[in-house]
C-alpha cells in the first residue's frame, strides 16, 4: 500500500474517531436543554461528557491537520469550497465550548438558560452541517480544473446533502441519548433508555436511507456496500439492545454504526478524495491531492510512534471516568 | 477594498484576539501546577487554595484559547486556500505534529485534572496539570516552528514541474534558527502575562481587602513579581539575539523597525521620531547613537542596511515591486513592544521592593500601576506579533510567495466579509463576558480550605462531578 492511501486511511480513521467520539457528546449537547428538567440534571449530564467533550474535539483538529500535511489540495478545496458551512461550524464550536466552560460559572437562571441554548445550538449545528459536509465529498461537488470550487451555496443544498445533514443530526442525537443511558442512574436513566427506543427508530431509518442513497445513487462500491450492510446491522442490533436495556452493547453498536457509515463513506469515495461535478479535470484524488513522498514519510513515523500513545491515554480517560453518574 | 484586504484583516484580528488567551493559558498553566505542587510537598493548604483559586482564572481563559484556535486551522484553507496549496508539503506537517503530540495532551490531561481531583491518587493528578502544561508549550512550539518557516524557510527544494516548495528535512523546519530564538521568546512573554496576572490580582486583595488570606496573597503578589521580573530579563535576551537573527534573514524587517531609509555605520536608533506619516523624512527625533547598529549586529558601528538599499536589491533579484512593509506600522509596533515589555519589567521590580521585609505596597500610583499590569505584557506580544507579521509583508513566505498570491480565488468578498464581521462580533461579545467572569472571580478572593480530596474511593456511583460544572 503506497504512502497516499495510507493517509487516506489514516484521515479516514481520525474522522471515524471524531464523529464516534464528539457525536455522542453533540447529542448530549442537543438533548441537555430539553431532557434535563431542572439544572441538577442538566449538570449532571453536562458531567457525563465534561471530562472528555475537548479530548474528543482535538480528533477533528488532528484530522484537519492531518488533511492539510498528507493531502494540501483536499484542505484547501474543502475549506474554501465549503466556506459558509465551515463558517457556521467555527461558530458554532466556539459558542459551544465557551458555554459548557462558562454555564457553571454563575448561580443566576438568566445566565444559565442563555448558555443552554448556545449548547443545544451549538452542538446541533455543527452535527447538522458535518453531514451535510460529508454527503457532499462523497457525491462531488463543481470544481475549476485547477481545484478550485465553481460553484455557489446552493449546489451545497442538494437533496442527498440535506439528507446527510439530517441523518447525522439524528444518529448524532441517538447515539448521546444511549451515551446518557451508559453514564447515569436511577429515573434519567430510564427516561434516556426510553427515549432512545422512541426516537431511534427515526434515526436508524435516516440512516438506512442515506446509506442506501449513498451506496446505490452516489457510488457504486462493492467493498462499500459491504461496509455499509454491516453500519446498518450494527445500527438495528444498538436498537434491539437498547430495547433488552443492555446499554453498553447498545452504545457499542451506535459506535459501530457511526464508525462503519464514515468508513463506508470513505471507501466508496477512494480513490477521489473530491470529485468534481464539472470539469472532470478538477477531480481530486489521493494522487493529485497529495503532499509529496518525504512529508508522508514523516508523518507516518510520528503518527506511527504517537497515535497509539493518544489512543492509549484518551483510553484511560475513558476508565477514570468509566463509572456512572447519580443526581 | 477587496477580499484580500478583508481576508488580512480577518486574519490580523482573529490572530491577535487568540494570542490574547493564549500566552495566558500557557504562563498560567505552570504556575498553578507549581502551586499544586508547593501544596503536594508541604500539605499547607494555603498553596491548595491558590492553586484552586488560579486554576479557576486559568480554566475561563482556557475555554477562549480553544475556541478561538480552531479559527486559525480553519482559515488558512478558507481564505488562503492558495497559500494552503503551495506551503501544505512543508507547513502541514508542523500543525499535524502541534495536534498529534501537543493539542491531544493538554486537553485529555486538562479533563483528568479538572474531574480527577477525587478520582485520581494525588500524585497522578498533580502530573496531569504538568502534562497539560507540557503540551500547551508543546503546542507553541510547533506553531512557532511552522510561522518560522514563513520568515526564515528552510528545509525544502523547490519543485521544478509544481512551482511549489516540498518538504527535504523536517529536522531543519524544527530547529530553524528563527524558530528556536523565537520559542523562547514567546514562551517568556507567556509568563510575563501570567506573573502580571498574579501581581495584580493579589495587589487587589492585598491593598483593598486588607486582612482577607493576606499571607496567600502576599505570597501570589511576590511570586507573580518574581516570574514577570525574570521574565523580562529572559525577553531582552532573547529579543537580542532575535534581532540580530531578524537582520540576517530579514534585513528588511529590521530597516523597517527603524525607518532606516539609507544605509548607515554607525546606525543610531530613535526612541521616538515626529516625521510625514510614511516615515521617509523626520521633524523631529530624539536618538541614541551606535544603538542601532549594536541591536541588529552586536557591534556598535556596523553598518545597518537601509530600506532604500534593500528595495533595489530585492527588485533586482524577484523583479519590479515593492519589497518594503508599510514602515510606519513596523517602526511603532516595535518601540510598543519594547516600551510595554520594559515597563511591566520595571513595575514588578518596584513591586517586589514596595514590600521588602513583609511591607505592603502604599504608594497609590503603584498600586494603580500593579492592578493594569498584565495589560502592558499583553499589548507589547500583540505589537510584537504585528511587527513581525507586519514586517515580513509583501511576504507571506518571504522570498517565495506574496500574499496578495495566497488568498482564496474563490471566495468572493461577500464571503469574506460575512465571516471578518461574524468574528469580530462574537469575539467582542465574548471579550466582554469573559473579562466579566474574570474580574468576578478574581475579586471573589479564595476559595474556603476543604477538607483534603480523598483517595479515589470503591466502586459506587459518584455524586456528579461537584464544582466541576
Known amino acids: 500500500m503506497d504512502l497516499t492511501t495510507f493517509w487516506f486511511g489514516a484521515i479516514a480513521f481520525l474522522f471515524v474517531g471524531y464523529f464516534v467520539l464528539e457525536g455522542f457528546d453533540f447529542g448530549v449537547g442537543v438533548l441537555m436543554r430539553t431532557f434535563g428538567r431542572d439544572d441538577a440534571e442538566r449538570r449532571l449530564l453536562l458531567g ?22 498528507a493531502f494540501p489540495h483536499w484542505y484547501a478545496s474543502v475549506f474554501s469550497g465549503f466556506y459558509l458551512p465551515m463558517l457556521l461550524i ?100 430510564d427516561r434516556a433508555n426510553l427515549l432512545a427506543s422512541r426516537f431511534g427508530p427515526v434515526a436508524v431509518a435516516l440512516l438506512l436511507g442515506f446509506l442506501a442513497w449513498m451506496l446505490v445513487g452516489v457510488r457504486r462500491d462493492p467493498v462499500a456496500v459491504g461496509l455499509g450492510i454491516a453500519a446498518a446491522v450494527a445500527a438495528v442490533a444498538a436498537l434491539a439492545a437498547n430495547r433488552r436495556r443492555r446499554e453498553g452493547w447498545a452504545f457499542a453498536g451506535t459506535a459501530a454504526a457511526i464508525g462503519l457509515t464514515v468508513v463506508a463513506l470513505f471507501t466508496a469515495l477512494y480513490p477521489a478524495v473530491l470529485p468534481s461535478t464539472a470539469d472532470p479535470a478538477g477531480t481530486l484524488t489521493v494522487a493529485n491531492a497529495a ?20 489512543l492509549l491515554y484518551q483510553g484511560w480517560t475513558y476508565w477514570v471516568f468509566r463509572r456512572r453518574l447519580a443526581p | 477594498m477587496d477580499a484580500l484586504d478583508v481576508a488580512r484583516w480577518q486574519f490580523g484580528v482573529t490572530t491577535v484576539y487568540h494570542f490574547l488567551f493564549v500566552p495566558l493559558t500557557i504562563g498560567l498553566g505552570p504556575l498553578v501546577a507549581t502551586f499544586q505542587t508547593l501544596w503536594h510537598r508541604t500539605g499547607n493548604p494555603r498553596y491548595l487554595r491558590l492553586t484552586h483559586f488560579y486554576g479557576k482564572l486559568f480554566l475561563i481563559n482556557f475555554a477562549m484559547g480553544v475556541v478561538t484556535g480552531i479559527v486559525q486551522e480553519f482559515q488558512f484553507g ?74 526564515n524557510p528552510v528545509g525544502y527544494r523547490m519543485n521544478p514541474d509544481t512551482g511549489r516548495p516540498e518538504l527535504t528535512d523536517i529536522w531543519a523546519v524544527l530547529t530553524n534558527k528563527v524558530a528556536l530564538i523565537t520559542f523562547p521568546h514567546t514562551l517568556a512573554a507567556a509568563f510575563m502575562v501570567a506573573g502580571a496576572l498574579l501581581v495584580a490580582v493579589s495587589i487587589w486583595h492585598v491593598t483593598r481587602r486588607p486582612g482577607t488570606d ?85 557591534n556598535p558601528t556596523a553598518s ?154 470503591g466502586d459506587e456511583d459518584v455524586p456528579a462531578l461537584a464544582g466541576a460544572y
Open chain 1, 48 to 69: 457525563t461528557i465534561g471530562p472528555v467533550w475537548d479530548g474528543n474535539e482535538v480528533w477533528l483538529i488532528t484530522g484537519t491537520g492531518a488533511m492539510f500535511a
Open chain 1, 90 to 189: 467555527l461558530l458554532a464550536l466556539i459558542v459551544r465550548g465557551v458555554a459548557i466552560e462558562f454555564r457553571g460559572k454563575r448561580p443566576d437562571h438568566a445566565w444559565r438558560a442563555r448558555w443552554d441554548l448556545a449548547i443545544l445550538v451549538g452542538s446541533l449545528l455543527p452535527a447538522l452541517l458535518w453531514g451535510l459536509v460529508f454527503a457532499n465529498i462523497v457525491r462531488g461537488v463543481p470544481l475549476a480544473a485547477d481545484h478550485d470550487y465553481a460553484g455557489g451555496l446552493t449546489d451545497l443544498l442538494n437533496p442527498f446533502a440535506l439528507l446527510g445533514a439530517v441523518t447525522f443530526g439524528a444518529v448524532f442525537v441517538l447515539h448521546g441519548a444511549v451515551f446518557v443511558a451508559l453514564k447515569t442512574t436511577g429515573e434519567v436513566r
Open chain 1, 291 to 310: 503532499a509529496s513522498p518525504y512529508p508522508l514519510k514523516v508523518m507516518t513515523l510520528v503518527a506511527g510512534v504517537f497515535l497509539p500513545l493518544v
Open chain 2, 78 to 151: 478558507m481564505n488562503w486556500s492558495d497559500y494552503s496549496r503551495y506551503v501544505g508539503d512543508v507547513f502541514g506537517a508542523p500543525l499535524a505534529m502541534e495536534a498529534l503530540l501537543a493539542f491531544f495532551l493538554e486537553s485529555t490531561f486538562l479533563g483528568l485534572w479538572i474531574f480527577g481531583w477525587q478520582k485520581l491518587p494525588k500524585r497522578i493528578h498533580l502530573a496531569t496539570i504538568w502534562t497539560a502544561a507540557l503540551g500547551s508549550i508543546l503546542s507553541m512550539f510547533f506553531i512557532l516552528a511552522a510561522n518560522s518557516w514563513m520568515q
Open chain 2, 214 to 298: 493576606t499571607a496567600e496573597h502576599r505570597f501570589a503578589l511576590r511570586f507573580g513579581a518574581w516570574v514577570t521580573l525574570v521574565a523580562t530579563a529572559a525577553i531582552v535576551f532573547t529579543g537580542d539575539i532575535q534581532g540580530k537573527i531578524m537582520t540576517e534573514v530579514q534585513p528588511m524587517k529590521m530597516a523597517a523597525a527603524e525607518a532606516l531609509y539609507r544605509t548607515e555605520a554607525p546606525a543610531s536608533f530613535s526612541a521616538f521620531t515626529i516625521g510625514t506619516l510614511d516615515g521617509s523624512r523626520e521633524v523631529f527625533a530624539i536618538k541614541l547613537p551606535y544603538l542601532l547598529s549594536f541591536l541588529a549586529t552586536g
Open chain 2, 304 to 457: 545597518v542596511q537601509g530600506i532604500d538599499d534593500l528595495q533595489a536589491r530585492y527588485a533586482a533579484e524577484y523583479g519590479p515591486g515593492s519589497y518594503a512593509p508599510i514602515v510606519p506600522v513596523t517602526y511603532w509596533s516595535f518601540r510598543v513592544m519594547v516600551g510595554l515589555g520594559l515597563a511591566a519589567g520595571a513595575i514588578a521590580l518596584l513591586v517586589l521592593w514596595s514590600q521588602r521585609r513583609g511591607r505592603t505596597p502604599k504608594s497609590r500610583w503603584l498600586v494603580r500601576a500593579g492592578l493594569v499590569l498584565p495589560l502592558l505584557p499583553l499589548g507589547a506580544s500583540t505589537a510584537g506579533w504585528i511587527f513581525t507579521e507586519m514586517g515580513r509583508q509583501p511576504w507571506i513566505v518571504f522570498g517565495e510567495l506574496l500574499t496578495r498570491n495566497g488568498v482564496s480565488r474563490s471566495v468572493s468578498l461577500a464571503e469574506v466579509l460575512t465571516s471578518f464581521l461574524a468574528f469580530t462580533l462574537i469575539y467582542a461579545l465574548l471579550a466582554v463576558i469573559e473579562g466579566r467572569l474574570l474580574f468576578r472571580y478574581a475579586r471573589a478572593g479564595l476559595p474556603p480550605a476543604e477538607p483534603e480530596p480523598d483517595e479515589p474511593s
